[in-house]
């Protein structure tokens, strides 16, 4: 009897978030890496190490600790909302990315809330509207760290199918139609969508999807307000073409989106640091959590943001960062034209900016990690991502799994041509192995 107690007493019994949440599957595929270092990685969405602004941020600090005064202020508590400074240097930036004022867009440094990077703003609104079995709508394929962190949260993720053009707003609408004739629509929460350069298809949405989204989640806010959260991680990181406006700059009055922005990609990881504009409602809500989770980010992290900001070499860096990732696009679209199969049913996106290309194969090809392409590229030496991580279910429970992600921040450039010729590799072994007929090439571009 004593015995089975002690056992009992032994048990861990953890909530039904925690058993709801998954590990998150980039962690094995860091393991991976770790484990063979000499594995060529076109999966990891790091920043490339050797853009990092080691001078900038070394000459940064040097400034705030040569300032006792200032070095106290940096190394004290700060506020659950962030630094006053810090969110009227990024509401004057977000001003600059979107060549209008703030006031148009129904914001203030006041709507602003500073998070430990913007995955920190991703949870904490999705924590503050979701209770489980709420409805979100995303993309097909979507940023599978955040679709995971809403699975933990209880969400019935939701997804629409993606084409050149961003996220298909037309089947938004049409999902939105279903839920109200079968009495669903107040359990739909919130629209994800990453506008600029999406992780993990190097997409944009279009500037007239922009405006629909918005409609429709006005049209549809009938019982309550449906938010739109605007993931725009890579905005900056634009290689051709024009600026967009934000799918924010649609909503004047500033109430059904959420825009969220970080210095993650565009600067450094390391300070981790996001910023995020909001309805005050929400944003009071959302400080609540933050309070209970840290009570405010990292200060001397958002000093560093500050003084970058301020000096310029924020903007000096962004251009370097540019020129540099441009350069690794090229090699990664010119490596898969000279070494990928020639089949209409092989295509890639041609991403405008960000960090990836996702790659469509026949759909007999399995991509996904337990499957043989996925063990023989290992083998080869260069590892991807799955594209089986990015998607929801259909209705039959059915996940796609000839997809994968090819991400060209962390390789080196020189290892970008090796490594696609490897994976190029392995797509033609499959493709013999599988007596596949060979279709003729039409066009690389999806
Ligand atoms: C689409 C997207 N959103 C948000 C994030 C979160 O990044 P961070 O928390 O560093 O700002 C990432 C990181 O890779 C991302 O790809």
Redesign the pocket.
Known sequence: MLQKNDNLAKELVLSAKAARTKEQPISYLIQVVINNPTIINLAA?LVDPLTLPVEEVKSITNRLFSNTARGQTVLQYDTTQGLADLRKAVLAHMEKLEGMPASKMGISADELMITN????A?YLIGDVLIDPGDIVIAANPS?F??TGALHSLGARVLAVPMDDNGMDVDAVEKILERLERSGELPRVKMIYC?SYF??PTGLTLSTDRRKKLVEVAKRFSTSHRIMILE?A??RELRYDGEALPSIKSYDPENKYTII?H?F??PFA?GI?L?YSAMPIDLLHACLQQKGNHDFGSANISQHIALETLRDGSYYKHVELLKKSYAVKRDAVLAALDKHMPKRDDITWTRTKGGLYVWITLPSFFDTSRSAQMFQSCLHTGVIYVPGEYCYQPDENGRIPTNHLRLSFGAVPIEKIEPGIEMLSRVVKEYLASNNAPTAARVGSAV
Do not use: E, I
């Not at 990077?117 to 920190?120: L, T």
């Open positions: 969405g990077g913007s995955q920190q991703l940023y760290v955040y990453t999406d992780n993931d991680a890579y969220s970080t993650s990609k990881p981790k996001g």
